[in-house]
């Protein structure tokens, strides 16, 4: 799978493509990432790729023609191009599995107050936010959805097994997890994940898994499939809390 980033800050995002699993993918040719600079695409003596907004307001826009240009010299038919804007639509695992799907991902960093509309109109594009907050550098946004699209394809992770445990894979957070030792500061790890019954643990896990999102993400609880055994436990246990 490709992904091709474009971004005014490709010396911030270098670190991170180059280390841990995804550095290690890159290495054995599971994934190629290829980071490219706006500014190399500027006709401007200063390489300068942004301008004051036409009616007035702070800050700077990110113009169309270097854009534009930046954008052709890696576009091609069958790769899918990504603006990561404030405006899209939110990123969730289940689109990150989605995009996984794709041979090439063209990912084009927001930056400063965003891009000029035009670019819009000149591609055939979608647009993804990955939460409602302000970043400096939208290339981290980009960083972000790499990291999630690259880990849900098995070769890169190593341990296909370790994607159907995490949180949001089954739409609920993840159960709580326990190491050793098995007593820390009188807080002891519960009985039934050291007694080796795996229908037990398995049990037990969901039950976790569905506390920690009835406490922190109950919204999440809304889109998913619950069984009877699910619903009296939730039952049961908002009964006994309140």
Same mark, same amino acid.
């Given at each position: 799978?490709?992904?091709? /980033?474009?971004?005014?800050?490709?010396?911030?995002?270098?670190p991170? $493509?180059h280390?841990?699993? /995804? #550095?290690?993918? %890159?290495e054995?040719k599971?994934?190629?990432?290829?980071?490219?600079?706006?500014?190399?695409?500027?006709d401007n003596?200063?390489?300068? +790729?942004?301008?004051?907004?036409?009616?007035? #307001?702070?800050g700077?826009v990110?113009?169309?023609?270097?854009l534009y240009r930046?954008i052709k010299?890696v576009h091609?038919? #069958?790769?899918?191009l $990504?603006?990561?804007t404030p405006?899209?639509s939110?990123?969730?695992?289940?689109?990150?599995e989605e995009?996984?799907?794709?041979? !090439?991902?063209?990912l084009v960093?927001?930056?400063? @107050?965003?891009?000029?509309?035009? /670019?819009? @109109?000149?591609?055939d594009?979608e647009?993804i936010?990955?939460?409602d907050?302000?970043?400096?550098? #939208?290339?981290?946004?980009?960083l %972000?959805l790499?990291?999630? +699209?690259?880990r849900?394809?098995n070769? %890169?992770l190593n341990?296909? @097994?370790?994607?159907?445990?995490e949180?949001?894979?089954?739409?609920?957070l993840e159960?709580?997890?326990?190491?050793?030792?098995?007593?820390?500061m009188?807080?002891k790890?519960?009985? +039934?994940?050291?007694?080796?019954?795996?229908?037990?643990i398995?049990r037990?896990?969901?039950?976790?898994s569905?506390?920690?999102?009835?406490?922190?993400?109950? !919204?999440?609880l !809304?889109? %998913?499939?619950?069984?009877?055994?699910?619903? !009296?436990f939730?039952v049961s246990?908002?009964?006994?809390? $309140?």
């Amino acid at each position: 799978m490709i992904f091709r /980033i474009l971004t005014l800050f490709p010396e911030v995002l270098d670190p991170y $493509i180059h280390s841990s699993i /995804i #550095g290690r993918s %890159v290495e054995e040719k599971q994934i190629e990432i290829s980071l490219i600079n706006f500014r190399d695409y500027s006709d401007n003596k200063h390489n300068r +790729v942004d301008d004051t907004s036409y009616g007035g #307001g702070p800050g700077m826009v990110l113009q169309c023609d270097p854009l534009y240009r930046a954008i052709k010299s890696v576009h091609k038919d #069958g790769s899918r191009l $990504i603006f990561l804007t404030p405006q899209g639509s939110l990123f969730n695992q289940q689109k990150a599995e989605e995009l996984a799907q794709e041979d !090439e991902l063209i990912l084009v960093s927001g930056h400063y @107050e965003g891009f000029d509309h035009r /670019i819009f @109109e000149l591609f055939d594009h979608e647009k993804i936010s990955i939460g409602d907050y302000i970043l400096t550098n #939208g290339g981290l946004a980009a960083l %972000v959805l790499l990291d999630c +699209v690259a880990r849900t394809k098995n070769e %890169v992770l190593n341990n296909p @097994e370790s994607l159907t445990e995490e949180s949001f894979s089954n739409g609920l957070l993840e159960y709580s997890q326990y190491t050793k030792p098995s007593e820390f500061m009188g807080i002891k790890v519960p009985d +039934v994940l050291l007694g080796g019954h795996h229908k037990e643990i398995e049990r037990w896990r969901r039950r976790s898994s569905l506390v920690n999102t009835l406490k922190t993400r109950p !919204e999440l609880l !809304e889109d %998913v499939a619950l069984s009877w055994d699910d619903l !009296e436990f939730l039952v049961s246990y908002i009964t006994e809390t $309140i």
